[in-house]
């Protein structure tokens, strides 16, 4: 089983702030997936990627194979960037997927 | 596209009691899983489809029950309910894209067994 470890586990930072959650897995994959869950809510997915780097708006993913290693950047974040975000590994077979255990993001005003 | 469904959104069972979990998709998508969701334990993989007529087991399989009759539905059985399935309950659905597969996640059950 590929291990996904995420850190830090908790974060909270001022609104405005640069904001940067990391992702570390043991096991070659074929893609990574950022997953973001708002309290009480349902799960959405952010960014999926395989090299390289991806933006959206104010968050960019970037992941390094060689280290297997990915981080989640949000850019002048804002309170309701408060979440919880979770990254998921997906094995050469395609389908099955190792979560992490999520990163508690609290921006405050 | 409604995306993917689930009902009913919260449910709260006694210790013995069985129930369905409902999950629908509208996107076509061959792939449909069930996740569920413990503090502390991020999510975890009971069973999985990869289409109609074949599923298979995750990490969690015991005491679930799934099955596929059509691509679009894939509910997830409680045959006998205990206290440690108390958790929230995700059905994914997803289909190939390039090499890789994203997916698509349904609002959640929270379920209370009692």
């Known amino acids: 089983k590929n291990e996904v470890e995420q850190s830090p586990q908790n974060l909270t930072a001022q609104e405005g702030e640069f904001i940067t959650i990391n992702c570390s897995y043991s096991v070659g994959i074929s893609a990574l997936h950022w997953l973001q869950q708002h309290p009480g809510g349902g799960i959405v997915s952010l960014f999926m990627l395989s090299s390289g780097k991806k933006k959206h708006g104010r968050l960019i993913a970037t992941i390094n194979i060689q280290e297997k290693h990915s981080s989640l950047h949000i850019t002048a974040s804002h309170p309701r960037d408060s979440a919880v975000y979770i990254c998921?590994?997906?094995?050469?077979?395609?389908?099955?997927?190792?979560f992490g255990k999520g990163t508690s993001l609290l921006v405050t005003p | 596209n409604a995306g993917v469904t689930q009902t009913p959104k919260f449910q709260v069972l006694k210790t013995g009691q069985s129930m369905t979990l409902q999950c629908a998709q509208d996107?076509?998508?061959?792939?449909m899983s069930w996740y569920r969701q413990d503090p502390g334990m991020g999510l975890r993989l009971i069973h999985y489809?990869?289409?109609?007529?074949?599923?298979d087991q995750g990490e969690v399989p015991n005491g679930y029950n799934v099955s596929r009759s059509t691509t679009e539905d894939f509910p997830l059985r409680l045959l006998s309910a205990a206290p440690s399935q108390t958790s929230v309950y995700f059905c994914a659905s997803s289909s190939r894209d390039g090499s890789s597969y994203e997916q698509y996640f349904g609002p959640g059950t929270r379920l209370t067994v009692t």
């Open positions: 998921a590994a997906y094995q050469f077979s395609g389908y099955a997927l190792n």
């Open positions: 996107m076509n998508h061959e792939y």
């Open positions: 489809s990869v289409g109609a007529g074949i599923t």
